[in-house]
């Protein structure tokens, strides 16, 4: 099964705000745009995956982004992570009607395309299903098979909304990069600690982050 994934990515400048314990205010739109890029080239590199397309409406990580091969969508509705994402795969599907769709966030620094790809197969098993985040409160992957709606319910204690809404909580072993998103300076070690893409590496290594 070949899946396209939608990845929402919010204007640079409001990115990441809870990384200023780590990060100047300076600094972090540019970490935000280094995670969405190696997540972005992760995603592509997966074998189950067929097509990325990122929903946004901050220019400089359209281009970026596109570079990448990524597809931009506008983010039309303009009311948040959710409708972005409900937007977004309501776009892909206007197109390719049959396709899996997967809604996967934009701050996996660390994501290795076999990981995603043994989280996709596991998810094609069901009509919807989701993967939790490293803190096991949040998502990192929502996934709906064809003929399903995505029915994204992201943000505070998503992983418990995203269960209640009939959506399967997905276990596979050995996917700790497809479930280490960064909000904050931990999650930041966290991810250094499995090891970022290059984009990550490259803007982080001048930070002096604490504990690491």
């Known amino acids: 099964m070949q899946w396209t994934l939608v990845i929402p990515l919010k204007p640079l400048g409001r ?4 990384l200023s314990d780590t990060a100047a205010e300076g600094v972090r739109p540019g970490l935000a745009l280094a995670f969405a890029q190696d997540t972005v080239a992760a995603a592509l590199a997966a074998a189950a995956v067929s097509d990325v397309a990122v929903v946004t409406d901050d220019e400089l990580a ?15 509705p303009g009311r948040g992570l959710n409708a972005a994402l409900a937007h977004g795969a309501a776009v892909v599907r206007e197109k390719r009607p049959h396709t899996p769709v997967a809604a996967l966030n934009a701050d996996l620094p660390a994501l290795r395309p076999p990981e995603l790809d043994r989280v996709l197969s596991a998810a094609a098993e069901f009509p ?8 096991r409160r949040g998502t990192t ?10 029915q994204p319910a992201f943000g505070f204690d998503s992983r418990h909304r995203h269960r209640v809404s009939g ?7 050995g996917v700790d990069s497809v479930r280490q998103d960064v909000d904050t300076g931990q999650d930041l070690r ?3 600690a499995l090891g970022v893409g290059p984009y990550t590496a490259a803007v982080s290594a001048g930070l002096l982050i604490p504990g690491s």
């Open 15 to 18: 990115a990441k705000s809870r």
């Open 62 to 76: 359209a281009r970026e982004l596109a570079a990448l091969g990524a597809r931009i969508v506008p983010d039309a």
């Open 128 to 135: 919807r299903a989701f993967l939790a985040d490293a803190a």
């Open 141 to 150: 992957l929502l996934a709906a098979s064809p003929g399903r709606d995505l």
């Open 167 to 173: 959506a399967v909580e997905l276990a596979p072993a």
């Open 190 to 192: 966290a991810a250094l």
